[in-house]
């Protein structure tokens, strides 16, 4: 996924595109590019590698103009380099294209264009848009962009600035993100908030099949048939200094820190005393009848999410769970209906294969309810409910308070099915809220006591190159997220097990020295996993352990432990994550490697 800008007003552009394309950098940073439509002709400026390059670049000889697009890249077609960088041209230079998604069909019609005379400079799929442009164009650029709706397979949000109609800036929206930040007397294009979050807390969410001329003192927005649009204003309650690091070294620590802030927002006024109220996305406890299974899709660390809320959901609601990550779930044909409650988990509301699940599964019947972070959002939108997280902004990829507002959420949705199910009296519900209501302080203790102990075991994963993170039921569910942050951030080859599990084969990969981070939070279990812990240590293995306060008996058979404060153990997920993110985070930082730009990721993938 890339990350895309535009900007048309009386303000110099390229300081504008450039500061865009910072905020969006989390989405692509394999190379980045602008074109500034100067007095006399349209300026492209393009760089394989990290934006500073580019502005470096951009700030040695700054193109004058008012208006202009730019690019920051997650490379799928064409290696990172400055020929493969945005933004692309045709043959003329006429049309000047910036673009986030993939051009299924651009093979096709670069062979076709080629066989015309066009010669291509990029072995990417959107130079294909440029000269389809030019063959297409015929003195009207509305039915140009018609045109491109008409040939185009695949996603795809563009920018394009043309020589022909040098005023104007055409947006155009097909399964990609794409919004337009109004100003006054100048406006904004993004494929996302926080890029412009600076200058307008307006925007116009574009939908599919939708585009837009631009010009600095108005917006008209069209449909795919070429008639305007009226769209509503869209305002976002977030402010600039929430994309900001606000002082700490990365943004992922400052999100680390950020999580009781976070929970204390999800739970808000959802849950109460005895009581969880979740009327905003029309559910209640009686709702659960309506459905004989729960089915849910996510990616990455979203499906983690999912995984513990499968074993909580039926532990409590004893109503089945299924969990499919998108890109499995949009091709099994899976058994889905009316009587499926499907719940789609997404921070970004982007994410291409979540959101083709959510897709197929409202195409089969089933309700869908959304959990995400961002307003607006593809995913938000096309739900039948949402329950948004409200864990802000969340800007480093590896993604931390996002999750354990997922994890939160998941808790508030298995306590009201088992209450409409039944299947707990309401004392146990009351018990169980009480517990949940803990967790804002909890996670705070626990990011103050945890803190050290991360850093100085950092160095255990040093000089290795793999890791195992064990556990069992939910501890086993946290380990894959624990084991997930290690390997995006410090590309550690780290492992998540079932604890019972080693001894079927993995355990042949322990010796002297490989970690093994085991998580003993399941108390039910504890006498289990503390066999397999012994397991380990046979073989070698140093063990940082995991439990609650008052397991100190833990000591005599790991090397390490953190104890976190006691709570009910099916809730413990939102407060064991904190010291799992802490440790990668130390473990990335004696890397030296950039833990909020890992290599080869984005912060969420919105093309297949
Ligand atoms: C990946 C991100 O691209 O997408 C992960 O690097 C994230 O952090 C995953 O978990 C799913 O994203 P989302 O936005 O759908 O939760």
Redesign the pocket.
Known sequence: ?CGIVGYTGSRSVSPILIEGLKRLEYRGYDSAGIAVKTESRVEVIKKKGKLRELEELVQKDPPEGEMGIGHTRWATHGVPSDRNSHPHTGCNGDFVVVHNGIIESFQRIKDQLEERGHIFSSETDTEVIAHLLEEEYQGNMREAIIQLFNILEGSYALLVLSRKEPDKLYAVRQDSPLIIGRGNGENYIASDIPAFLKYTNEFYLLDDEEFAEVQKDSIVIYDIMGEPLEKEIFEVNWDSEMVEKSGYQHFMLKEIHEQPDALRRVLGDRISPGNINLEEINLFPESIKDYNKVQII??????YAGIVARYIIEELARIPVELDTGSEFRYRNPLIDDKTLVIV???????AD?LAGLRLARKRGARVIALT?VVGSSIAREADDVLFLKAGPEIA???TK?YITMLAAFYLLAILFAKGRGTLDSREVEKLISEVLRLPELSAEVLRSSKDKARELAGLFKETKSSFYIGRNTDYALSLEGALKLK?ISYIHAEAYQAGELKHGPLALIEEGVPVVALASRLSLFDKIMSNIKEVKARGGTVIALTFNGKEEINKSVDHVFFIPRINELFAGAVAIIPLQLLAYYTALEYGYNVDQPRN?????TVE
């Open positions: 996924m996510a990616c990455g660390t979203a499906s988990v997404s921070q970004s509301g982007e994410t979540t972070n990829v590896a993604s996002a995006e990721l984005a912060k969420s993938v």
